[in-house]
């Protein structure tokens, strides 16, 4: 089956199970050496479908929190959506497209999926944090409540009604509350002096901002964003290894 992916998480996961993956967005980017020659049909949020016929895919990978719902509604091939908005969500997923690509690996990612679901919570330790790559201030104590920053310029974090915030949760982190039904909130950075900000490396590049970020004098630390956010198999690799899960 021939394969257009519009979901960089789902590319990566599809390769590594040897899908036919024929087409990727320009943010595909995993894994390196299998993304190369597969051409670019666009971003998550925008498609040429002229260059989507070229390639002749027999299906189009999209999902509803990666991509718009008129991506899919102006689909002229058909396609399969996901859902992914909680690690719960992944296992599910993984069983779908398991099923769809008759594929043993994706499978075998469920069930690994399901181990992490199953095994107990991680203690959280703020001096210690998972995904750790730089300080911008060293915390104070073991135990802080977290704010997950995405974006700058607002302010932009995610919520516990994320993925990102369905990994923390599972880390043992106490993720400070923000109001009902906003999954990326915005916020100043004045109004939660105490809590430890976990700066993401992408989105919006972070880690070229240290200088600008260590000014702002609050606690926190620039953490790999492809570990939190890339849901399929770098999210389960980065989860049982640290949860020290062992395969089969």
């Given amino acids: 089956m021939r394969v257009v992916s519009m979901v960089p998480s789902w590319t990566e996961t599809l390769l590594k199970a040897g899908v036919n993956v024929v087409g990727r967005t320009r943010y595909c ?8 020659n597969i051409p670019i049909v666009g971003g998550t949020k925008d498609v040429s479908w002229d260059l989507v016929a070229d390639l002749k895919p027999d299906l189009v990978l999209l999902d509803q929190e990666e991509n718009p719902l ?3 509604e102006e689909c002229p ?26 594929n043993p690996v994706l499978m075998e990612l469920a069930v690994q999926c399901l181990d992490i679901l199953e095994a107990p919570m991680a203690k959280w330790d703020s001096k210690k944090i998972p995904g750790f790559q730089e300080w911008v201030k060293p915390a104070s104590s073991s135990e802080k409540e977290v704010i997950y920053l995405i974006w700058k310029k607002p302010w932009m974090a995610a919520s516990k009604d994320t993925y990102i915030g369905s990994v923390l949760k599972k ?38 901002k240290i200088a600008d970020l260590k000014a702002l004098g609050v606690e926190g630390a620039i953490v790999n964003g492809e570990s939190y956010s890339w849901f399929g198999v770098r999210s389960i690799e980065f989860l049982s290894e640290y949860l020290q899960i062992k395969k089969g």
């Fill in 29 to 36: 980017i995993h894994p390196p050496k299998l993304i190369t």
């Fill in 70 to 72: 008129e991506m899919a």
């Fill in 77 to 102: 091939v058909p396609y399969f959506d996901t859902h992914v908005n909680s690690l719960e969500s992944l296992q599910k997923e993984l069983v779908r497209l398991g099923e769809k690509f008759e």
């Fill in 171 to 208: 880390l043992g982190a106490k993720m400070v509350d923000y109001p009902e039904g906003e999954k990326y909130p915005v916020l100043e950075i004045e109004d939660n002096p105490d809590a430890l900000y976990l700066f993401s490396s992408e989105p919006y590049p972070f880690a070229k």
